[in-house]
């Protein structure tokens, strides 16, 4: 997963303490920006898309 591909939300503070989402064809990955060699979790498209709906709804 090449790097220059993830992107992290302009909200995000100059400390880095956020994800940073690299959106594929067919899959979302996600991982810390503090700690970007400790691996990524991916998701479905379909499952991070229901993720987002869940947090909206809170």
């Known amino acids: 997963m090449p790097d220059q591909r993830w992107r992290k939300s302009s909200y995000s503070s100059s400390n880095a303490e956020c994800v940073e989402l690299l959106v594929g064809l067919g899959y979302t990955a996600v991982r810390d920006t503090k700690n970007r060699?400790?691996?990524?979790?991916?998701?479905?498209?379909?499952?991070?898309?229901?993720?987002?709906?869940?947090?909206?709804?809170?």
Do not use: W
Not at 39 to 57: C, D, H, I, Q, Y
């Open 37 to 58: 060699d400790a691996g990524t979790l991916s998701f479905s498209r379909a499952a991070f898309a229901a993720f987002l709906v869940g947090v909206k709804k809170g």
